[in-house]
């Protein structure tokens, strides 16, 4: 399998552009979750999907954010208007509920930079 | 409230040193997860281990081991004899075990420098 794949890698936009970041998760896993990280705050979860029904979104910062997941092998994360702010390591990552204790399996992350 | 904390902000290491690395967690749940994650310079985070709540053995895997202590609510991970490829930043994970509620709650981390 090849993994949780995120794209892009890296993005780097500017103040008041929309962004969109996307997530395949690995097959077979029914749970996805949206995670940023920044130096000041850590890892923290901003949505996640079961089904790809969104079960939790109290993380989200603001109405700029929003998530989706239209089937089971696809999600992305959009922000517009992006701001400096929103600079961070987006990761998105997967799980099978039946399998909850395995442990997430994380992308290798989006590194958004909002000049 | 659901809590993890993992005071040491950095630890530095001389190579082939064992180093210690704590985790304090607060929940009311009696049933959950633990886990270890590993970021490496790379930026990817790397499952290490999990364990639930009513399995308190430590568990050794090579030169990792996990000391899980109910009582103190704590989840500490020790490397044994470090190597410089073991530096990484070190997050430790707390999931309830919920029907329908899989988030995850993770520490600070704990940026580990193992100096050759």
């Known amino acids: 399998d090849a993994g949780v794949i995120q794209s892009p890698r890296h993005e780097v936009t500017e103040m008041g552009q929309e962004v969109t970041l996307r997530c395949k998760p690995i097959?077979?896993?029914?749970?996805l979750f949206w995670y940023r990280q920044t130096m000041m705050r850590g890892l923290e979860l901003l949505i996640y999907f079961n089904n790809n029904v969104p079960i939790d979104d109290s993380g989200m910062p603001e109405d700029r954010f929003s998530a989706k997941m239209p089937n089971a092998s696809f999600s992305t994360l959009k922000i517009q208007p992006s701001e400096p702010r929103d600079s961070a390591v987006y990761f998105c990552a997967s799980s099978s509920t039946t399998e909850q204790g395995r442990g997430y399996t994380f992308g290798s992350g989006t590194r958004l930079t909002v000049v | 409230a659901q809590k993890v904390t993992q005071a040491q902000t950095e630890i530095s290491v001389v190579e082939k040193e064992d180093v210690t690395l704590d985790c304090v967690y607060e929940t009311r749940d009696t049933t959950y997860y633990l886990f270890w994650y590993k970021q490496p310079p790379s930026g990817e985070l790397v499952f290490l281990i999990r364990?639930?709540?009513?399995?308190?053995q430590n568990e050794i895997s090579g030169r990792y081991s996990w000391n899980f202590q109910k009582s103190t609510s704590s989840f500490n991970f020790t490397i044994t004899a470090s190597q410089v490829v073991d530096s990484a930043v070190y997050f430790c994970a707390l999931s309830p075990f919920r029907s329908g509620t899989y988030k995850y709650i993770f520490g600070t981390g704990t940026r580990l420098k193992v100096l050759a």
């Open positions: 364990r639930n709540s009513f399995d308190e």
């Open positions: 097959s077979g896993h029914n749970s």
